[in-house]
């Protein structure tokens, strides 16, 4: 597998240069020249990627000497180039690889790129119909009109490998330590993965998992299949909910049916909402007659029901009839509402005006639109509506719609935001703490939790109530069409509902750890609510379904345990195996050990080497030890991660394969706003990369946040880190004035604080908080190299030994995080192996003098308050005596052997005092007033 070059607009890319003999030694440096505090970061980053791809540097292979350690973010989608926002991501994931590689773990750290589904087909289809918000969206990358049109002539499968080869030249050129031999693309574009994703469908079938059945999924009308996350051009974590349909008949018998959450709210009905403005159908639906709008005809049809459409019909036309509640027999006004959503559920709204804020202040509006009631004269009909209350809910008055509007200042229709939230509070109290009142006949004194379920169960029993599914919020396909649910009677289902199935994923979370903890709450929450999944689809690209090819294994069913192919893709990828050669016997042997070499050989015609390599590399780099990914795929892709994993590896002596931990990431904002296409702030990270170099880029953006909190690109904070790193350059040129041999207080001082920040930064590394790693790693670690430096005369009096073994290690400290500079500082200081693969600092506590690092903060707080009394008082320095005054001997003697290092501050003449010395020049008496840890200061 040829390794990617790292793309950059300036030609300085060298072409692939072939492989030596990987000795973890450089060729000799070619040290720069010029200034270092005018180095330009970016000169270093072709030449180390050179090296490190000419050294082989990140291929893992299997040393039984080391232990290993699997690094893997997602695969991405190859429908575009990575920009900022999947930068944060993958930079974290390649952070923590390159530190855990220092630590001594042997790390795969491999990547892959996802192309299953609809994007890429519904962006090409969207192409050819000359839909320039695809061409502006693809342009943002910095492509031609010549790609442009490749695309739209070539197909998805071009479009594809297009842009898996820009990310793998933004990877690495971004610096990432990835062993590329390991490479792949999902479909039937990488046979070999397909019928690893064939087997992976065998083996959860044979189990038990899979399953045909009768399910409700969002559904594409236009594609005709099932539309998951990663299909969705809007409406991403959205599901399905089923609305109960209460029937509300006219006086000719046909029916006005409501879709509604709250079916136990039927007792408050007022009245019926329709939007006079819009077209709704006369429908057949299962013999009877309903007055629908015409999307719901549609969705109802998908949805196990006979339906024929009649007939058109205004809005309007139905305002002022009147109906019947199917439960009080009362006789209900049909009313006007324009914002009244015909695309919604039915497009027919029972009005709940004393429970539902909308409803309430829909009243108010109409009956203070004297226009709107004169034209459908419905004056007197208006007048006599009023709210009927039948839920009791503590801190609410008799009508809880109209508190909560006042409450959250709700004036018209018009403030949905405000009306959003009403709702959202006052339906959640209702349904936790109401009770029905006696105007809910045999339901009263019930709470609304249990009456929900036994009204709803009475007026489906009773016929007077129906069901239809919706989605949670509007759903759009990649193709651009809007979808809806569909009932599917022959789909393919993962059974998340299996109540073992998901023990199993459970025990996993609590055996996994989590980064940071509050993650593992959300895992074990969605592994209670996720429900069955349909796991294929009839369009797009992927993986046939190996018992039934009319089907394709969907894009987040495809994407589970494919970090276990990277330990094959090695060998498949450079002996060239067939698919045919890995049989569903042959990867049982590789991923459990079962049945034997020879025979499994002559069966596939895999040669006994292959296969026996094949299953030495999964069983020595497996499990996953470190998968990191953003916080929004939690409910979905990382937890189908932990599902499949205990499904495929379920026996007990499987379980060491089980996922060691996963890192979850907060999303991007730039500047301080969301990170969209729209807002003209998405920003691909080729365009950072050329603009500030590879260094700058990775700690601009890893360093920004940590946890789940969301990351900010700020381009005012690249100065911050170019400034620390450009000091250590200069610092490095200077190293050799360090001459001196013997020990002194700052040396201990320096030494301790060395090995306590090596101690603070690893902590932070290892748990992936990668901001306070860089704050104590670069920022905390050069302000003790400048203040060293200053104490010791810009170094003309530094010990070498303690200065060097100080600045080896901040360089070790931030190479996970810039490692082109790193390796450029590494090589300055006379070093010939890469710093990539040196060895983490250890912390050594015996090298750690807590008094030294307690007296060296009283001397500079000291020197701070000597340098601020010498202004306040307005003396010259070089013509003043400077006298200090000790409380305790350990400050009196660390200072005085400091008495060099004081001269630097130009006094005339310094002297030092205990406070019980009687013999002290004091003529103020200032020796009082000293204390330990704050020495007294007098200056004549």
């Known amino acids: 597998m040829a390794k990617p070059k790292a793309r950059k607009p300036a030609k300085r890319s060298p072409k692939p240069t072939k492989h030596t003999k990987a000795k973890h030694r450089t060729s000799k440096p070619k040290v720069q020249k010029q200034a270092r505090e005018q180095i330009d970061l970016k000169q270093f980053e072709d030449k180390w990627q050179s090296q490190w791809q000419k050294a082989k540097l990140f291929e893992a292979n299997v040393d039984k000497k080391r232990p290993s350690f699997m690094v ?57 119909s000359g839909d320039q918000s695809q061409v502006a969206a693809f342009k943002m990358y910095g492509i031609s009109d010549a790609d442009i049109r490749a695309f739209a002539e070539k197909g998805p499968e071009y479009v594809a490998k297009f842009w898996k080869k820009r990310w793998m030249e933004d990877l690495a050129g971004a610096g990432f330590s990835i062993d590329w031999r390991r490479t792949f693309i999902t479909t039937p574009m990488t046979p070999t993965y397909s019928r690893f994703v064939e087997w992976q469908y065998n083996t959860l079938r044979k189990r038990g998992y899979v399953t045909q059945g009768t399910h409700p999924v969002i559904w594409c009308p236009s594609c005709l299949s099932p539309t998951g996350d990663h299909d969705r051009l809007d409406g991403v974590g959205e599901s399905t909910m089923e609305y109960t349909v209460v029937k509300f008949k006219l006086a000719d018998g046909e029916v006005l049916p409501c879709a509604t959450l709250r079916p136990e709210t039927v007792y408050g009905v007022t009245n019926i909402w329709v939007n006079p403005d819009a077209e709704y159908v006369r429908a057949e639906i299962d013999g009877e007659h309903w007055i629908i709008g015409p999307a719901a005809a549609k969705k109802l049809a998908d949805q196990l029901k006979t339906v024929k459409v009649l007939e058109k019909i205004m809005g309007s036309e139905l305002v002022g009839k009147s109906c019947d509640n199917p439960v009080t027999k009362a006789k209900l006004p049909v009313l006007p509402a324009s914002l009244c959503d015909v695309n919604v559920a039915t497009g027919v709204v029972m009005s709940v005006p004393s429970h539902a804020p909308y409803d309430w202040i829909g009243l108010q509006d109409l009956k203070k639109d004297k226009q709107t009631m004169h034209r459908y004269n419905i004056e007197s009909v208006v007048a006599d509506v009023e709210p009927i209350s039948i839920i009791k809910t503590e801190g609410f008055g008799e009508h809880p719609a109209k508190d909560a509007c006042e409450r959250l200042g709700v004036q018209s229709q018009r403030d949905t935001e405000k009306l959003e939230k009403a709702t959202e509070l006052l339906y959640k109290k209702e349904f936790h703490t109401g009770v029905c009142n006696d105007k809910c006949g045999p339901y009263a004194d019930l709470k609304v939790a249990e009456a929900k379920q036994k009204i709803t169960k009475h007026l489906v029993e009773e016929g007077l109530a129906s069901s239809m599914w919706e989605t949670t919020a509007p759903v759009v396909c990649r193709c651009k069409t809007r979808c809806h649910v569909k009932i599917l009677e022959n789909q393919w289902f993962l059974k998340f509902s299996d109540p073992a199935w998901k023990a199993r994923a459970k025990e996993c979370i609590k055996r996994m750890t989590f980064y940071p903890e509050d993650a593992r709450q959300q895992f074990e929450n969605t592994v209670d609510w996720l429900e069955d999944k349909a796991c294929t689809r009839h369009s797009g690209m992927g993986t046939p379904l190996p018992w039934d090819k009319s089907w394709i294994v969907e894009t987040l069913s495809d994407s589970t345990i494919y970090m276990a192919y990277y330990t094959l893709a090695r060998i498949i990828n450079e002996r060239k195996l067939q698919p045919e050669q890995l049989t569903d016997e042959v990867f049982d042997y590789i991923f459990f050990g079962v049945g034997e070499p020879a025979k499994l050989s002559k069966a596939s015609g895999l040669d006994k080497a292959s296969l026996e390599g094949l299953h030495e590399e999964f069983d020595y780099f497996y499990p996953v030890g470190f998968r990191n990914s953003g916080k929004d795929l939690v409910q979905n892709h990382l937890t189908f991660f932990i599902f499949h ?19 979850v990431n907060g999303y991007v904002n730039v500047a301080g706003e969301k990170m969209s296409k729209s807002k003209g702030n998405f920003i691909p990270l080729r365009d950072l990369l050329a603009k500030f170099g590879a260094d700058l880029v990775r700690i601009n953006i890893v360093a920004s946040n940590e946890n789940m909190d969301d990351a900010d690109w700020r381009e005012d904070s690249i100065p911050t880190y170019e400034s620390r790193l450009r000091y250590l350059f200069a610092l490095a040129a200077k190293l050799k004035k ?13 030494e301790s604080r060395v090995h306590d920040l090596i ?75 890469f710093v990539s693969t040196e060895s983490w600092p250890q912390a050594d506590e015996k090298k750690i003098d807590r008094n030294a690092l307690q007296l060296e903060d009283i001397y500079r707080k000291t020197m701070e308050d000597v340098k601020q009394v010498a202004k306040l008082a307005g003396k010259d320095v070089a013509s003043s005596k400077l006298y200090l005054y000790f409380a305790t001997d350990k400050e009196a003697d660390y200072f005085r052997e400091s008495a060099e290092d004081l001269k630097t501050l130009g006094f005339k003449k310094v002297e030092m005092f205990k ?15 000293a204390k330990f840890g704050r020495p007294a200061i007098y200056l004549e």
């Open 645 to 663: 994993h205990v499904a495929i590896w379920d026996k007990p002596e499987l379980k060491k394969f089980w996922p060691r931990s996963i890192g």
């Open 738 to 750: 360090a001459k001196r041999t013997s020990m002194k207080p700052v040396d201990r001082y320096l």
């Open 72 to 128: 893997t973010v997602p695969y991405p989608y190859v429908n575009g180039a990575p920009h900022i926002g999947a930068g944060f991501t993958f930079i974290r994931g390649d952070v923590y690889a390159r530190y855990k590689r220092m630590r001594g773990f042997n790390v795969l750290y491999a990547q892959g790129f996802h192309a299953t589904g609809e994007p890429i087909v519904g962006a090409v289809k969207r192409l050819q």
């Open 759 to 833: 101690k603070t930064a690893t902590e932070h590394y290892e748990h992936t908080r990668f901001r306070s790693a860089t704050q104590y790693g670069l920022f905390a670690m050069t302000n003790e190299l400048k203040w060293y430096a200053d104490r010791t005369g810009d170094l003309k009096d530094a010990n070498k030994k303690v200065l060097m073994e100080a600045f080896e290690t901040i360089v070790k400290l931030i190479a996970p995080l810039t490692p082109h500079a790193a390796e450029e500082l590494w090589h300055m200081i006379g070093n010939k192996t």
């Open 915 to 929: 406070v019980a010395d009687t013999k002290k020049h004091d003529p103020q008496d200032k020796a009082k007033r």
